[in-house]
Protein backbone atom coordinates (compact mmCIF):
# COMPACT_ATOMS: atom_id res chain seq x y z
CA UNK A 1 0.00 0.00 0.00
CA UNK A 2 1.40 3.23 -0.96
CA UNK A 3 1.98 5.55 2.07
CA UNK A 4 2.90 9.25 2.38
CA UNK A 5 1.64 12.76 4.19
CA UNK A 6 -1.09 14.17 2.30
CA UNK A 7 -2.00 17.45 2.30
CA UNK A 8 -5.87 17.58 1.52
CA UNK A 9 -7.34 20.94 -0.71
CA UNK A 10 -7.71 24.02 1.53
CA UNK A 11 -11.17 24.85 1.95
CA UNK A 12 -12.93 27.96 0.93
CA UNK A 13 -16.32 28.66 1.58
CA UNK A 14 -18.59 27.65 -1.01
CA UNK A 15 -19.98 31.02 -3.43
CA UNK A 16 -23.53 31.29 -3.02
CA UNK A 17 -25.57 32.06 -6.03
CA UNK A 18 -27.53 34.57 -6.10
CA UNK A 19 -30.14 33.19 -9.15
CA UNK A 20 -31.16 36.77 -10.08
CA UNK A 21 -33.13 37.34 -13.39
CA UNK A 22 -31.92 35.98 -16.58
CA UNK A 23 -28.95 34.40 -14.75
CA UNK A 24 -27.87 30.25 -15.55
CA UNK A 25 -28.46 29.27 -12.70
CA UNK A 26 -31.96 31.02 -11.69
CA UNK A 27 -32.40 28.61 -15.73
CA UNK A 28 -31.45 25.86 -14.35
CA UNK A 29 -33.05 25.64 -10.88
CA UNK A 30 -36.66 26.23 -12.66
CA UNK A 31 -36.08 23.60 -15.01
CA UNK A 32 -34.85 21.14 -12.04
CA UNK A 33 -38.21 22.39 -9.89
CA UNK A 34 -40.06 21.50 -13.10
CA UNK A 35 -38.68 18.36 -13.63
CA UNK A 36 -39.24 17.50 -9.85
CA UNK A 37 -42.83 18.29 -9.94
CA UNK A 38 -43.44 16.56 -13.19
CA UNK A 39 -43.18 13.00 -11.73
CA UNK A 40 -43.93 10.96 -8.58
CA UNK A 41 -40.83 8.62 -7.96
CA UNK A 42 -40.88 5.42 -5.19
CA UNK A 43 -38.43 6.54 -2.56
CA UNK A 44 -36.71 3.15 -1.50
CA UNK A 45 -34.64 2.83 1.77
CA UNK A 46 -30.72 2.07 1.52
CA UNK A 47 -29.42 -1.29 3.71
CA UNK A 48 -26.44 -2.49 3.14
CA UNK A 49 -26.23 -0.94 -0.37
CA UNK A 50 -29.45 -2.23 -1.58
CA UNK A 51 -32.76 -0.73 -2.15
CA UNK A 52 -35.21 -1.83 -0.04
CA UNK A 53 -39.14 -1.13 -0.50
CA UNK A 54 -42.06 -2.43 1.42
CA UNK A 55 -45.97 -2.67 1.01
CA UNK A 56 -46.45 0.36 3.36
CA UNK A 57 -46.20 3.15 1.74
CA UNK A 58 -46.56 7.30 2.61
CA UNK A 59 -47.09 10.01 0.17
CA UNK A 60 -44.70 13.56 0.51
CA UNK A 61 -46.30 16.43 -0.56
CA UNK A 62 -44.68 20.39 -0.55
CA UNK A 63 -45.95 21.72 1.92
CA UNK A 64 -47.00 25.32 0.18
CA UNK A 65 -49.20 22.30 -2.53
CA UNK A 66 -50.13 19.94 -0.02
CA UNK A 67 -52.62 18.35 -2.65
CA UNK A 68 -49.62 17.39 -5.10
CA UNK A 69 -47.93 14.04 -4.80
CA UNK A 70 -43.60 14.70 -5.33
CA UNK A 71 -43.13 10.97 -3.87
CA UNK A 72 -43.69 7.85 -2.14
CA UNK A 73 -41.33 6.19 0.26
CA UNK A 74 -41.36 3.00 2.06
CA UNK A 75 -42.19 2.87 5.45
CA UNK A 76 -40.07 0.42 7.29
CA UNK A 77 -40.20 -1.73 10.40
CA UNK A 78 -38.26 -2.53 13.62
CA UNK A 79 -36.37 -5.54 11.30
CA UNK A 80 -35.08 -2.93 8.78
CA UNK A 81 -33.47 -1.16 11.97
CA UNK A 82 -31.94 -4.55 12.73
CA UNK A 83 -31.16 -4.83 9.24
CA UNK A 84 -29.71 -1.46 9.29
CA UNK A 85 -27.58 -2.22 11.94
CA UNK A 86 -26.13 -5.41 11.08
CA UNK A 87 -25.06 -3.95 7.59
CA UNK A 88 -23.47 -1.38 9.61
CA UNK A 89 -21.81 -3.73 11.69
CA UNK A 90 -20.82 -5.64 8.58
CA UNK A 91 -19.10 -3.01 6.76
CA UNK A 92 -17.38 -1.46 9.79
CA UNK A 93 -14.00 -3.56 9.48
CA UNK A 94 -13.04 -2.83 6.07
CA UNK A 95 -14.26 0.72 6.18
CA UNK A 96 -12.42 1.81 9.21
CA UNK A 97 -9.24 0.23 7.98
CA UNK A 98 -9.22 1.63 4.32
CA UNK A 99 -6.75 4.73 4.57
CA UNK A 100 -7.87 8.14 5.49
CA UNK A 101 -6.98 10.01 2.42
CA UNK A 102 -9.56 7.28 0.61
CA UNK A 103 -12.57 8.03 2.97
CA UNK A 104 -11.62 11.95 2.47
CA UNK A 105 -11.68 11.01 -1.68
CA UNK A 106 -15.52 10.27 -1.19
CA UNK A 107 -16.77 13.50 0.12
CA UNK A 108 -14.81 15.60 -1.35
CA UNK A 109 -15.98 13.93 -4.12
CA UNK A 110 -19.42 14.29 -2.91
CA UNK A 111 -19.01 17.64 -2.45
CA UNK A 112 -18.02 18.78 -5.99
CA UNK A 113 -21.14 16.94 -7.16
CA UNK A 114 -23.36 18.48 -4.83
CA UNK A 115 -21.29 21.94 -6.00
CA UNK A 116 -21.76 20.56 -9.84
CA UNK A 117 -23.64 18.33 -11.38
CA UNK A 118 -26.56 17.83 -8.34
CA UNK A 119 -27.07 21.46 -7.36
CA UNK A 120 -29.93 22.43 -8.81
CA UNK A 121 -31.51 18.18 -8.43
CA UNK A 122 -30.78 18.92 -4.49
CA UNK A 123 -31.42 22.41 -4.09
CA UNK A 124 -35.03 21.80 -6.12
CA UNK A 125 -35.46 18.70 -3.43
CA UNK A 126 -34.85 20.73 -1.04
CA UNK A 127 -37.53 24.09 -2.09
CA UNK A 128 -40.28 21.51 -3.10
CA UNK A 129 -40.24 18.95 -0.15
CA UNK A 130 -39.65 21.45 2.85
CA UNK A 131 -40.78 24.60 1.33
CA UNK A 132 -37.38 27.07 1.17
CA UNK A 133 -37.42 29.59 -1.13
CA UNK A 134 -34.52 29.54 -4.17
CA UNK A 135 -32.13 31.50 -1.95
CA UNK A 136 -32.43 29.72 1.54
CA UNK A 137 -32.28 25.92 -0.24
CA UNK A 138 -29.33 27.71 -1.72
CA UNK A 139 -27.49 28.62 1.50
CA UNK A 140 -28.53 25.60 3.28
CA UNK A 141 -28.40 22.47 1.02
CA UNK A 142 -26.34 23.61 -1.93
CA UNK A 143 -22.91 25.68 0.40
CA UNK A 144 -23.69 24.31 3.55
CA UNK A 145 -23.25 21.13 2.83
CA UNK A 146 -20.38 21.76 0.37
CA UNK A 147 -18.90 23.48 3.52
CA UNK A 148 -19.30 20.58 5.74
CA UNK A 149 -17.91 17.87 3.62
CA UNK A 150 -14.68 19.93 2.55
CA UNK A 151 -14.28 21.61 5.88
CA UNK A 152 -14.77 18.25 7.74
CA UNK A 153 -12.03 16.50 6.09
CA UNK A 154 -9.14 19.46 6.94
CA UNK A 155 -10.22 19.04 10.57
CA UNK A 156 -10.06 15.27 9.75
CA UNK A 157 -6.61 15.69 8.84
CA UNK A 158 -5.49 18.12 11.50
CA UNK A 159 -6.89 16.08 14.16
CA UNK A 160 -4.53 13.09 13.07
CA UNK A 161 -1.56 15.56 12.50
CA UNK A 162 -1.96 16.34 16.64
CA UNK A 163 0.99 14.11 18.53
CA UNK A 164 2.38 13.99 21.40
CA UNK A 165 4.97 17.16 21.67
CA UNK A 166 7.86 14.87 23.69
CA UNK A 167 9.41 12.22 22.67
CA UNK A 168 12.29 11.10 25.05
CA UNK A 169 15.65 9.68 23.67
CA UNK A 170 14.85 6.13 23.34
CA UNK A 171 10.98 6.52 23.70
CA UNK A 172 8.80 7.20 20.15
CA UNK A 173 5.23 8.65 21.98
CA UNK A 174 2.10 8.46 19.18
CA UNK A 175 -1.28 8.65 18.99
CA UNK A 176 -3.65 7.31 16.94
CA UNK A 177 -7.29 8.31 16.96
CA UNK A 178 -9.75 5.40 15.94
CA UNK A 179 -12.99 5.23 15.00
CA UNK A 180 -16.08 3.98 18.09
CA UNK A 181 -16.58 0.38 18.78
CA UNK A 182 -19.98 0.13 17.45
CA UNK A 183 -22.55 1.92 15.21
CA UNK A 184 -23.54 5.51 15.50
CA UNK A 185 -27.06 6.67 14.57
CA UNK A 186 -27.68 9.46 13.27
CA UNK A 187 -31.34 11.27 13.65
CA UNK A 188 -31.59 14.36 11.62
CA UNK A 189 -34.09 17.12 11.28
CA UNK A 190 -36.30 18.88 8.43
CA UNK A 191 -35.43 22.08 8.06
CA UNK A 192 -31.74 22.07 7.20
CA UNK A 193 -30.72 19.72 4.17
CA UNK A 194 -27.19 20.40 5.30
CA UNK A 195 -27.67 19.35 8.58
CA UNK A 196 -29.07 15.88 7.39
CA UNK A 197 -25.85 15.42 5.37
CA UNK A 198 -23.30 16.85 7.62
CA UNK A 199 -24.96 14.35 10.77
CA UNK A 200 -24.21 10.77 9.49
CA UNK A 201 -20.94 11.79 6.95
CA UNK A 202 -18.73 13.42 10.03
CA UNK A 203 -19.20 10.47 12.12
CA UNK A 204 -18.93 8.35 8.95
CA UNK A 205 -15.81 10.35 7.57
CA UNK A 206 -13.90 9.35 11.32
CA UNK A 207 -14.09 5.91 10.16
CA UNK A 208 -17.17 4.71 12.03
CA UNK A 209 -20.57 3.39 10.31
CA UNK A 210 -23.94 5.15 10.64
CA UNK A 211 -27.64 4.21 10.68
CA UNK A 212 -29.59 7.10 9.77
CA UNK A 213 -32.98 8.10 9.93
CA UNK A 214 -34.38 11.57 8.48
CA UNK A 215 -37.16 13.48 9.48
CA UNK A 216 -40.40 12.26 7.67
CA UNK A 217 -40.40 15.58 5.73
CA UNK A 218 -37.02 15.58 4.86
CA UNK A 219 -36.94 12.51 3.22
CA UNK A 220 -37.31 13.99 -0.11
CA UNK A 221 -34.11 15.75 0.06
CA UNK A 222 -32.15 13.15 1.87
CA UNK A 223 -33.19 10.55 -1.18
CA UNK A 224 -31.21 12.84 -3.19
CA UNK A 225 -28.24 13.22 -0.76
CA UNK A 226 -27.90 9.36 -0.47
CA UNK A 227 -27.97 9.11 -4.33
CA UNK A 228 -25.12 11.63 -4.14
CA UNK A 229 -23.02 9.58 -1.15
CA UNK A 230 -23.59 6.55 -3.47
CA UNK A 231 -22.18 8.01 -6.79
CA UNK A 232 -18.88 9.45 -4.81
CA UNK A 233 -18.41 5.82 -3.64
CA UNK A 234 -19.59 5.27 -0.32
CA UNK A 235 -18.91 1.90 0.11
CA UNK A 236 -22.19 -0.48 0.57
CA UNK A 237 -23.06 -0.49 4.69
CA UNK A 238 -21.17 2.80 5.73
CA UNK A 239 -24.56 4.69 5.89
CA UNK A 240 -27.85 2.69 6.03
CA UNK A 241 -30.72 4.95 5.24
CA UNK A 242 -33.73 3.66 7.00
CA UNK A 243 -37.35 5.63 7.19
CA UNK A 244 -39.09 4.17 10.13
CA UNK A 245 -40.84 5.36 13.35
CA UNK A 246 -38.75 7.11 16.05
CA UNK A 247 -40.10 4.50 19.04
CA UNK A 248 -39.58 1.85 16.74
CA UNK A 249 -35.84 3.14 15.85
CA UNK A 250 -35.42 3.63 19.20
CA UNK A 251 -36.22 -0.01 20.76
CA UNK A 252 -33.88 -1.62 18.31
CA UNK A 253 -30.88 1.10 18.76
CA UNK A 254 -30.86 2.07 22.22
CA UNK A 255 -30.88 -1.74 23.76
CA UNK A 256 -28.47 -2.88 20.72
CA UNK A 257 -24.68 -3.57 22.68
CA UNK A 258 -22.62 -1.84 19.90
CA UNK A 259 -24.74 1.38 20.25
CA UNK A 260 -21.32 3.52 20.05
CA UNK A 261 -23.11 7.71 19.83
CA UNK A 262 -25.52 9.32 18.75
CA UNK A 263 -25.55 12.37 16.14
CA UNK A 264 -28.71 14.41 17.07
CA UNK A 265 -30.72 17.54 15.72
CA UNK A 266 -34.12 17.99 16.58
CA UNK A 267 -36.34 19.21 19.84
CA UNK A 268 -35.25 19.18 23.78
CA UNK A 269 -37.94 17.23 24.89
CA UNK A 270 -36.95 14.17 22.48
CA UNK A 271 -33.35 14.65 23.49
CA UNK A 272 -33.60 14.30 26.92
CA UNK A 273 -35.86 11.26 26.71
CA UNK A 274 -33.03 9.90 24.34
CA UNK A 275 -30.57 10.78 27.14
CA UNK A 276 -32.60 8.80 29.97
CA UNK A 277 -33.18 5.93 27.75
CA UNK A 278 -29.22 5.75 27.51
CA UNK A 279 -28.62 6.20 30.66
CA UNK A 280 -30.98 3.33 32.13
CA UNK A 281 -29.65 1.42 29.41
CA UNK A 282 -25.80 2.00 30.20
CA UNK A 283 -25.35 -1.05 31.32
CA UNK A 284 -25.96 -2.98 28.08
CA UNK A 285 -23.21 -1.08 25.59
CA UNK A 286 -20.26 -2.23 24.94
CA UNK A 287 -18.60 1.30 25.90
CA UNK A 288 -20.32 4.81 26.94
CA UNK A 289 -22.37 6.04 24.05
CA UNK A 290 -21.37 9.71 22.56
CA UNK A 291 -24.59 11.62 23.20
CA UNK A 292 -23.59 15.19 21.09
CA UNK A 293 -27.07 16.90 20.33
CA UNK A 294 -28.35 20.53 18.81
CA UNK A 295 -31.68 20.84 20.12
CA UNK A 296 -34.16 24.10 20.31
CA UNK A 297 -33.43 27.49 20.84
CA UNK A 298 -35.73 30.78 22.10
CA UNK A 299 -33.52 33.28 20.45
CA UNK A 300 -33.01 36.61 20.87
CA UNK A 301 -32.62 40.30 19.52
CA UNK A 302 -31.64 42.95 22.28
CA UNK A 303 -31.49 46.58 20.45
CA UNK A 304 -29.64 48.66 22.74
CA UNK A 305 -30.82 52.74 22.41
CA UNK A 306 -27.27 53.33 20.60
CA UNK A 307 -28.50 50.76 17.65
CA UNK A 308 -28.48 51.81 14.04
CA UNK A 309 -32.48 51.77 13.37
CA UNK A 310 -31.67 49.87 9.51
CA UNK A 311 -29.49 47.22 11.31
CA UNK A 312 -31.64 46.64 13.61
CA UNK A 313 -34.78 46.60 11.72
CA UNK A 314 -33.44 44.57 8.69
CA UNK A 315 -31.59 42.04 11.25
CA UNK A 316 -35.18 41.24 13.01
CA UNK A 317 -37.21 41.11 9.54
CA UNK A 318 -34.45 38.48 8.37
CA UNK A 319 -33.50 36.83 11.47
CA UNK A 320 -37.17 36.17 11.98
CA UNK A 321 -39.29 35.34 9.36
CA UNK A 322 -36.47 34.07 6.77
CA UNK A 323 -37.36 30.08 6.19
CA UNK A 324 -40.75 31.19 7.95
CA UNK A 325 -38.83 31.11 11.23
CA UNK A 326 -37.95 27.30 10.94
CA UNK A 327 -34.76 27.34 11.98
CA UNK A 328 -33.31 26.44 15.45
CA UNK A 329 -31.40 29.84 15.39
CA UNK A 330 -34.55 32.03 14.28
CA UNK A 331 -35.30 35.07 16.43
CA UNK A 332 -38.36 34.44 18.11
CA UNK A 333 -37.71 36.82 21.10
CA UNK A 334 -36.62 41.20 20.72
CA UNK A 335 -36.44 43.61 23.46
CA UNK A 336 -36.05 47.20 21.84
CA UNK A 337 -35.16 50.15 23.55
CA UNK A 338 -37.96 52.50 24.01
CA UNK A 339 -35.69 55.42 22.46
CA UNK A 340 -35.52 53.28 18.71
CA UNK A 341 -39.14 51.56 18.78
CA UNK A 342 -41.50 54.00 16.60
CA UNK A 343 -38.37 54.17 13.92
CA UNK A 344 -38.03 50.55 14.14
CA UNK A 345 -41.52 49.63 14.46
CA UNK A 346 -42.25 51.77 11.51
CA UNK A 347 -39.14 50.07 9.58
CA UNK A 348 -40.38 46.78 10.20
CA UNK A 349 -43.96 47.24 9.02
CA UNK A 350 -42.85 49.02 6.22
CA UNK A 351 -40.42 46.14 5.24
CA UNK A 352 -43.17 43.07 5.61
CA UNK A 353 -45.66 44.92 3.91
CA UNK A 354 -43.45 44.61 0.99
CA UNK A 355 -42.87 40.95 1.61
CA UNK A 356 -44.84 38.38 -0.45
CA UNK A 357 -45.69 35.19 0.59
CA UNK A 358 -46.38 31.73 -1.78
CA UNK A 359 -45.45 28.96 -3.06
CA UNK A 360 -41.88 28.72 -3.91
CA UNK A 361 -42.07 28.13 -7.71
CA UNK A 362 -42.22 31.82 -8.08
CA UNK A 363 -39.20 33.52 -7.03
CA UNK A 364 -40.75 36.40 -5.75
CA UNK A 365 -41.68 35.54 -2.46
CA UNK A 366 -40.12 35.53 -0.03
CA UNK A 367 -42.19 33.65 2.92
CA UNK A 368 -43.17 29.92 1.63
CA UNK A 369 -45.02 27.85 3.76
CA UNK A 370 -44.44 26.16 7.62
CA UNK A 371 -43.48 21.94 7.15
CA UNK A 372 -46.76 20.29 8.10
CA UNK A 373 -50.11 20.60 9.08
CA UNK A 374 -48.99 19.71 13.09
CA UNK A 375 -46.51 22.75 12.87
CA UNK A 376 -49.59 25.02 11.29
CA UNK A 377 -52.23 24.12 13.77
CA UNK A 378 -49.76 24.61 16.61
CA UNK A 379 -48.91 27.94 15.55
CA UNK A 380 -52.19 29.22 14.86
CA UNK A 381 -53.20 28.35 18.05
CA UNK A 382 -50.64 30.59 19.47
CA UNK A 383 -51.58 33.38 17.31
CA UNK A 384 -55.72 33.13 18.04
CA UNK A 385 -54.77 32.86 21.93
CA UNK A 386 -52.73 36.10 21.47
CA UNK A 387 -55.55 37.52 19.23
CA UNK A 388 -58.12 36.79 22.48
CA UNK A 389 -55.74 38.81 25.23
CA UNK A 390 -56.25 42.32 26.01
CA UNK A 391 -52.60 43.10 26.80
CA UNK A 392 -51.29 42.17 24.14
CA UNK A 393 -51.54 43.75 20.00
CA UNK A 394 -50.61 41.91 16.98
CA UNK A 395 -49.29 44.85 15.34
CA UNK A 396 -48.32 42.77 11.81
CA UNK A 397 -50.29 39.70 10.59
CA UNK A 398 -51.71 37.34 12.53
CA UNK A 399 -53.36 35.79 9.38
CA UNK A 400 -53.12 31.74 8.29
CA UNK A 401 -54.97 29.23 5.90
CA UNK A 402 -53.88 25.79 5.17
CA UNK A 403 -56.81 25.37 2.36
CA UNK A 404 -53.75 25.17 -0.20
CA UNK A 405 -50.82 25.53 1.66
CA UNK A 406 -49.70 25.92 5.43
CA UNK A 407 -49.14 29.17 5.06
CA UNK A 408 -49.16 31.56 7.80
CA UNK A 409 -47.92 35.35 7.94
CA UNK A 410 -45.22 36.64 9.58
CA UNK A 411 -46.94 37.75 12.49
CA UNK A 412 -45.49 40.01 15.28
CA UNK A 413 -46.67 40.18 19.10
CA UNK A 414 -46.10 42.94 20.83
CA UNK A 415 -46.41 42.43 24.77
CA UNK A 416 -45.59 44.39 28.05
CA UNK A 417 -45.40 41.17 29.89
CA UNK A 418 -41.53 39.84 28.96
CA UNK A 419 -42.60 36.40 30.32
CA UNK A 420 -45.38 36.32 27.89
CA UNK A 421 -45.71 32.71 26.78
CA UNK A 422 -44.52 33.67 23.19
CA UNK A 423 -41.47 35.09 24.71
CA UNK A 424 -40.51 31.69 26.53
CA UNK A 425 -41.98 28.70 24.17
CA UNK A 426 -40.09 27.52 20.97
CA UNK A 427 -42.96 27.66 18.67
CA UNK A 428 -40.74 27.22 15.50
CA UNK A 429 -42.30 29.50 12.86
CA UNK A 430 -42.98 32.92 11.77
CA UNK A 431 -43.97 34.66 15.03
CA UNK A 432 -42.33 37.21 16.59
CA UNK A 433 -42.91 38.50 20.19
CA UNK A 434 -41.33 42.19 21.08
CA UNK A 435 -41.08 43.54 24.74
CA UNK A 436 -40.00 47.67 24.82
CA UNK A 437 -37.89 48.34 27.76
CA UNK A 438 -36.92 51.91 29.27
CA UNK A 439 -33.63 52.86 28.16
CA UNK A 440 -32.57 53.35 31.50
CA UNK A 441 -33.22 49.50 32.32
CA UNK A 442 -30.60 47.85 29.56
CA UNK A 443 -28.72 45.93 32.56
CA UNK A 444 -31.84 45.28 34.06
CA UNK A 445 -33.16 43.74 30.20
CA UNK A 446 -29.80 41.86 30.27
CA UNK A 447 -30.87 39.59 33.68
CA UNK A 448 -34.55 38.93 31.44
CA UNK A 449 -33.05 37.60 28.45
CA UNK A 450 -30.58 35.60 30.39
CA UNK A 451 -33.19 34.20 32.49
CA UNK A 452 -36.43 33.77 30.49
CA UNK A 453 -35.62 30.52 28.59
CA UNK A 454 -34.46 27.51 28.73
CA UNK A 455 -32.73 27.48 25.82
CA UNK A 456 -28.92 29.13 24.78
CA UNK A 457 -28.66 28.82 21.42
CA UNK A 458 -28.23 31.81 19.54
CA UNK A 459 -28.38 35.91 20.08
CA UNK A 460 -27.73 39.15 19.12
CA UNK A 461 -26.83 42.80 20.43
CA UNK A 462 -27.49 45.76 17.82
CA UNK A 463 -25.85 48.61 19.18
CA UNK A 464 -23.34 51.47 18.78
CA UNK A 465 -22.34 52.42 22.27
CA UNK A 466 -19.26 50.25 23.32
CA UNK A 467 -19.71 50.20 26.41
CA UNK A 468 -23.35 48.60 26.22
CA UNK A 469 -21.65 45.77 23.46
CA UNK A 470 -19.37 45.19 26.23
CA UNK A 471 -22.27 44.64 29.14
CA UNK A 472 -23.97 42.54 26.75
CA UNK A 473 -21.29 40.20 25.32
CA UNK A 474 -20.25 39.34 28.98
CA UNK A 475 -23.85 38.99 30.76
CA UNK A 476 -25.10 37.13 28.04
CA UNK A 477 -21.90 34.68 27.69
CA UNK A 478 -23.77 31.56 28.69
CA UNK A 479 -27.44 32.63 26.90
CA UNK A 480 -25.95 31.50 23.27
CA UNK A 481 -23.55 29.41 22.15
CA UNK A 482 -23.52 31.62 18.59
CA UNK A 483 -23.67 35.78 19.94
CA UNK A 484 -24.13 37.83 16.92
CA UNK A 485 -23.29 41.20 17.33
CA UNK A 486 -24.78 43.89 15.15
CA UNK A 487 -26.19 41.42 12.99
CA UNK A 488 -28.98 38.82 12.45
CA UNK A 489 -29.51 35.87 15.19
CA UNK A 490 -29.21 33.44 12.46
CA UNK A 491 -26.86 32.61 9.22
CA UNK A 492 -23.56 30.31 10.82
CA UNK A 493 -21.01 29.95 7.90
CA UNK A 494 -18.90 26.48 8.35
CA UNK A 495 -15.10 27.70 9.16
CA UNK A 496 -16.23 30.84 10.28
CA UNK A 497 -18.63 30.60 13.28
CA UNK A 498 -18.89 26.63 14.00
CA UNK A 499 -22.49 26.46 15.35
CA UNK A 500 -24.19 24.65 18.82
CA UNK A 501 -25.50 26.19 21.60
CA UNK A 502 -25.67 24.50 25.26
CA UNK A 503 -28.29 24.79 28.39
CA UNK A 504 -31.49 23.13 26.58
CA UNK A 505 -30.04 23.93 23.46
CA UNK A 506 -27.72 20.91 23.13
CA UNK A 507 -24.45 19.95 23.95
CA UNK A 508 -22.73 22.61 22.11
CA UNK A 509 -20.06 20.48 20.24
CA UNK A 510 -20.07 23.09 17.48
CA UNK A 511 -21.32 21.38 14.13
CA UNK A 512 -18.77 22.79 11.25
CA UNK A 513 -15.76 22.42 13.84
CA UNK A 514 -12.89 20.05 15.19
CA UNK A 515 -14.69 20.30 18.21
CA UNK A 516 -17.25 17.74 16.50
CA UNK A 517 -15.24 15.51 14.70
CA UNK A 518 -13.37 14.67 17.67
CA UNK A 519 -16.42 13.16 19.24
CA UNK A 520 -16.64 10.42 16.51
CA UNK A 521 -12.78 9.45 17.41
CA UNK A 522 -11.29 7.19 20.39
CA UNK A 523 -8.02 8.46 20.51
CA UNK A 524 -5.39 5.43 21.81
CA UNK A 525 -2.19 6.63 23.06
CA UNK A 526 0.93 4.78 21.91
CA UNK A 527 4.20 4.70 23.76
CA UNK A 528 7.11 2.26 21.95
CA UNK A 529 10.46 1.94 23.83
CA UNK A 530 13.68 1.15 21.72
CA UNK A 531 15.55 -0.21 24.64
CA UNK A 532 13.35 -1.41 27.48
CA UNK A 533 15.10 -1.23 31.23
CA UNK A 534 15.94 -4.72 31.78
CA UNK A 535 16.25 -5.02 35.54
CA UNK A 536 13.46 -3.53 38.28
CA UNK A 537 15.83 -1.71 40.23
CA UNK A 538 16.61 1.69 41.04
CA UNK A 539 19.56 4.37 41.71
CA UNK A 540 17.49 5.06 44.73
CA UNK A 541 18.00 0.91 45.89
CA UNK A 542 21.61 0.75 45.87
CA UNK A 543 23.62 0.99 49.61
CA UNK A 544 25.66 4.41 49.90
Known sequence: MLKG???????????????????????????????????????????GGKEVTTSKKESIHP???????????????????????????KAKSNWEELAWEQRAAIFLKAADLIAGPYRYKLNAATMLGQSKNAYQAEIDSACELIDFLRFNVKYMTDIYKQQPPVSPRGVWNRLEQRPLEGFVFALTPFNFTAIAGNLPTSAAMMGNVVVW?????????????????REAGLPDGVINLVYVSGPDAGEVIFNHPDFAGIHFTGSTGVFQDIWKTIGNNIHKYKTYPRIVGETGGKDFILVHGSADVNAASTAI???????????????????????????????????????????VEDFANFVNAVIDEKSFDKLAKYIDAAKKDKSLEIIAGGNYDKSKGYFIEPTIILT??????????????PVLTIFVFADKDFEKTLELVDNTSIYALTGAVIAQDRYAIATATNALRNAAGNFYINDKCTGAVVGQQPFGGARGSGTNDKAGSMINLLRWASPRAIKETFDPPTEYGYPFLEKE
Open 5 to 47: FFNVPEPVNETVLNYAPGSRERKQLKEAILEARSKVIDIPMVI
Open 63 to 89: PHDHKHILANYSQGEKKHVTDAINSAL
Open 213 to 229: KPANTQIYSANVLMEIF
Open 317 to 359: VRGAFEYQGQKCSAASRVYVASSVWPAIKERVLADLANIKMGP
Open 416 to 429: KDPNYITMCEELFG
